[in-house]
């Protein structure tokens, strides 16, 4: 048995405490991460919650993760003890269904996710199957990387899902964590992008993201002035909103693409749709070589989100400052004795 040490919360809505589990002996095909640094996204604060009822407490978040190979089973294939690597949201996948031998991983109904139904990255050590864990390339900055497992990965999989094309002009709704993201990718795709934001003292922030413009989305004067323009929006958003402007801003054969979960119902006039052919689409995260390309492509680009840091006994302050949406744009924590 392996003691992990961990913040838990142990109840909806609860603060974090620690909390100790024990592991069991690692599977065949499982591999042990000691966690250096792990981000904290919304959809920590979700599970946190219980906001989509499927928490189970105690309740360990934490899935943009980043640490190094501690342990492996005999059967394990493609890391070794001593990589330094990367998990996301997803931690199993059956390997053998239709969707897993197509390369889409993630679309697995028998998927396992990396803090549902068992405990998650904010904790010393975290267990996965070997398929998702993830080597990162060798001038990988650790310190900013976890964000990109689930935050970039999400959007990254959405520009590629949907076929966005260099020459197409795009837009973002929503510039936090994922969106910024977005801003960053898509103009090192060589996109011409557009942000919508109701924060007007983040315009020029997204302009030095790679906007080429700023469309104040309470503006309605302003969201006119982009109808029928955009071949692709990605909403980053998780609340409701008037959708039928934004796919008026669709250009014909437009794509309105969320990765935000919003819990209420979506209402499209299919007139909307129908005329000008557009359509409406979501996903989840990638598969392992989706992600392992995305990585290369950061890299490449040197794309990384701007994070604040916060060591991980101070979770609990961390999740206050997102709360508060004072976020700029990122948040990871640190384990102090995992310093990658």
Same mark, same amino acid.
């Given at each position: 048995?392996?003691?992990?040490?961990?913040?838990?919360?142990?109840?909806?809505?609860?603060?974090?405490?620690?909390?100790?589990?024990?592991?069991?002996?690692?599977?065949?095909?499982? #591999?042990?991460?000691?966690?250096?640094?792990?981000?904290?996204?919304?959809?920590?604060?979700?599970?946190?919650?219980?906001?989509?009822?499927?928490?189970?407490?105690?309740?360990?978040?934490?899935?943009?993760? #980043?640490?190094?190979?501690?342990?492996?089973?005999?059967? #394990?294939?493609?890391?070794?003890?001593?990589?330094?690597?990367?998990?996301?949201?997803?931690?199993?996948? *059956?390997?053998?269904?239709?969707?897993?031998?197509?390369?889409?991983?993630?679309?697995?109904?028998?998927?396992?996710?990396?803090?549902?139904?068992?405990?998650?990255?904010?904790?010393?050590?975290?267990?996965?199957?070997?398929?998702?864990?993830?080597?990162?390339?060798?001038?990988?900055?650790?310190?900013?990387?976890?964000?990109?497992? *689930?935050?970039?990965?999400?959007?990254?999989?959405?520009?590629?899902?949907?076929?966005?094309?260099?020459?197409?002009?795009?837009?973002?709704?929503?510039?936090?964590?994922?969106?910024?993201?977005?801003?960053?990718?898509?103009?090192?795709?060589?996109?011409?992008? #557009?942000?919508?934001?109701?924060?007007?003292?983040?315009?020029?922030?997204?302009?030095?993201?790679?906007?080429?413009?700023?469309?104040?989305?309470?503006?309605?004067?302003?969201?006119?002035?982009?109808?029928?323009q955009l071949d692709f929006i990605l909403s980053t958003v998780n609340v409701p909103l008037d959708w039928n402007t934004y796919l008026d801003c669709l250009a014909p054969k437009g794509k309105l693409h969320t990765v935000g979960i919003v819990t209420e119902p979506i209402p499209v006039p299919t007139l909307s749709l129908i005329n000008g052919q557009k359509s409406v689409g979501g996903s989840p995260g990638g598969s392992?070589?989706?992600?392992?390309?995305?990585?290369?492509?950061?890299?490449?680009?040197?794309?990384?989100?701007?994070?604040?840091?916060?060591?991980?006994?101070?979770?609990?302050?961390?999740?206050?400052?997102?709360?508060?949406?004072?976020?700029?744009?990122?948040?990871?924590?640190?384990?102090?004795?995992?310093?990658?």
């Open positions: 048995m392996m003691k992990v040490n961990a913040y838990a919360a142990l109840k909806p809505g609860g603060r974090l405490e620690k909390f100790i589990y024990e592991l069991p002996a690692t599977g065949k095909e499982q #591999v042990d991460i000691k966690v250096a640094y792990c981000g904290l996204c919304h959809s920590d604060l979700s599970m946190i919650n219980n906001d989509w009822g499927w928490s189970q407490y105690p309740m360990v978040p934490g899935h943009e993760i #980043v640490g190094e190979v501690i342990s492996t089973g005999s059967e #394990v294939k493609g890391v070794k003890v001593g990589d330094k690597v990367g998990l996301s949201w997803f931690s199993a996948s *059956c390997m053998h269904c239709r969707h897993c031998m197509s390369g889409n991983h993630q679309l697995c109904t028998d998927i396992e996710q990396t803090q549902v139904g068992r405990h998650g990255g904010f904790a010393d050590i975290v267990r996965s199957h070997w398929s998702w864990v993830i080597p990162l390339p060798e001038s990988t900055d650790l310190a900013k990387a976890g964000p990109l497992l *689930c935050g970039g990965m999400t959007v990254f999989n959405a520009i590629v899902a949907d076929g966005v094309k260099p020459t197409d002009r795009v837009g973002v709704i929503g510039i936090g964590g994922l969106g910024h993201l977005a801003i960053r990718f898509l103009k090192h795709w060589g996109c011409e992008v #557009v942000g919508f934001s109701s924060n007007k003292s983040k315009h020029d922030e997204i302009i030095s993201m790679g906007a080429t413009r700023v469309v104040d989305s309470t503006d309605t004067d302003a969201l006119k002035e982009v109808q029928g392992p070589a989706l992600i392992r390309t995305m990585l290369d492509f950061c890299v490449r680009h040197q794309i990384y989100p701007t994070v604040e840091e916060f060591p991980m006994g101070q979770v609990n302050d961390a999740i206050r400052h997102l709360e508060e949406g004072k976020a700029r744009y990122r948040i990871v924590l640190k384990n102090e004795d995992n310093r990658g």
